[in-house]
């Protein structure tokens, strides 16, 4: 059990992500498990006595006594912390160790239901204000923020996609990414894949950030910086781009799977990783699992799914069925009713009539995939 230990001046806290959600309260902590599950990058923190026994599991750390010993541990060791506390509460506990707005981290108040996310401290690039708003518009709360400097309404490299669930591939130039987009520079902006609605301001994107529809075009344009959205591995020719560019990798890859009774996470892993990479798909790019009803309990997918924090959808010999598939099988259909479980179950949950994959048996899995499609 992760267990943080509030005696003396440093606690013990084990960080694993850029960013701290904190709850002292009931309600707070269900709060915060769910914000938890929509937003990466985040080390969760709650009282002991409300502990629900997956806490080591899921990497929640556990703490005693008063939040006030924790916060100048995590002032220290995080970009930006979210606080499920009472605004004057936050105010109180954090102004003692403070210390000036190039080093504190962005800091953000949640109330308990989660109706509003206060920007309270703005810290270094990437902080608080747009911090706020990206938990706003996972929570549907309303954001508040009270700077009148910090509104740039330009895209936060760091946070850029995180509603969606995008992935960086790499953190290694979030930095001189975010620079170049500060300041102006020339940015292209690439996206063969994932949710079209990024950018959200009143106003029309700056003349210096620009959309492309392929690498090599970017290339072409030799801009300062670049945004690359897809879920594809790059070839060593396009790998230029990322000289100083950040690779986002979206949510949009559905794996269709069968498997034989008992088949373990490993051989289900192995195949899943093996027909990826044939097909250049970051395995970042996964969605979800779909598969038949009579699969719902099978262990082996279960723990795939559960090791991912993949999304797992089991549909029913009749919905697959009713989906027109090129390979129909009258031996599945004898033993489970549908006349094909991976190839119909990638199609439902794509939304895709054709898929990257059609059907691949290998072993004990069967496997299709499937691209969801924002056009």
């Not at 060593?236 to 560019?245: A, K, V």
């Not at 069968?258 to 990783?273: A, D, F, K, L, Y």
């Not at 027909?275 to 723990?303: C, F, M, P, W, Y």
């Not at 129909?328 to 794509?350: C, D, F, M, R, W």
Request: with cysteine.
């Amino acid at each position: 059990m992760n267990h943080v230990l509030l005696e003396g001046s440093v606690p013990n806290v084990v960080t694993r992500h850029d960013y701290a959600l904190v709850a002292i309260t009931k309600h707070g902590v269900a709060l915060a498990r769910k914000l938890q599950g929509v937003f990466q990058q985040t080390d969760l923190y709650y009282m002991k006595k409300f502990e629900k026994g997956d806490e080591s599991a899921k990497h929640i750390q556990l703490f005693e006594g008063s939040v006030r010993l924790l916060l100048p541990a995590l002032f220290k060791e995080y970009k930006g912390i979210i606080l499920i506390i009472s605004l004057g509460a936050v105010v109180r506990m954090i102004a003692p160790i403070l210390k000036d707005k190039k080093t504190d981290p962005g800091v953000v108040v949640l109330d308990d239901k989660g109706q509003y996310a206060i920007s309270v401290l703005s810290g270094h690039l990437g902080g608080a204000n747009e911090l706020t708003k990206e938990i706003a518009a996972l929570l549907g709360a309303t954001p508040v923020i009270t700077t009148a400097s910090d509104v740039q309404k330009t895209i936060p490299v760091d946070l850029f996609g995180k509603r969606f669930g995008w992935v960086w591939d790499s953190a290694e130039k979030l930095t001189p990414v975010s620079a170049s987009v500060v300041n102006e520079e020339r940015v292209a902006i690439v996206q063969e894949s994932g949710e079209k609605g990024w950018w959200e301001q009143d106003r029309p994107m700056p003349a210096h950030l620009f959309t492309v529809p392929s690498i090599a075009e970017a290339l072409q344009h030799k801009p300062d910086a670049a945004l690359v959205i897809t879920h594809r591995l790059l070839t060593q020719e396009e790998q230029g781009i990322l000289t100083n560019g950040v690779l986002y990798r979206p949510k949009v890859v559905i794996l269709g799977i069968g498997c034989n009774r008992g088949t373990s996470q490993e051989e289900i892993q192995q195949v899943i990783e093996e027909t990826l990479t044939e097909l250049r798909i970051s395995i970042k790019s996964v969605k979800g699992i779909a598969t038949i009803n009579l699969k719902s309990d099978e262990q082996g997918l279960l723990d795939t799914v559960a090791r991912f924090n993949w999304d797992f959808t089991c549909y029913t010999p009749e919905q697959l069925n009713e989906v027109t598939i090129e390979d129909p099988s009258q031996t599945v259909y004898k033993y489970t009713g549908a006349y094909g479980v991976s190839e119909p179950a990638a199609k439902l949950a794509s939304g895709a009539s054709a898929l990257e994959l059609v059907k691949k048996k290998s072993g004990n899995v069967t496997i299709s995939v499937g691209l969801i499609s924002h056009e």
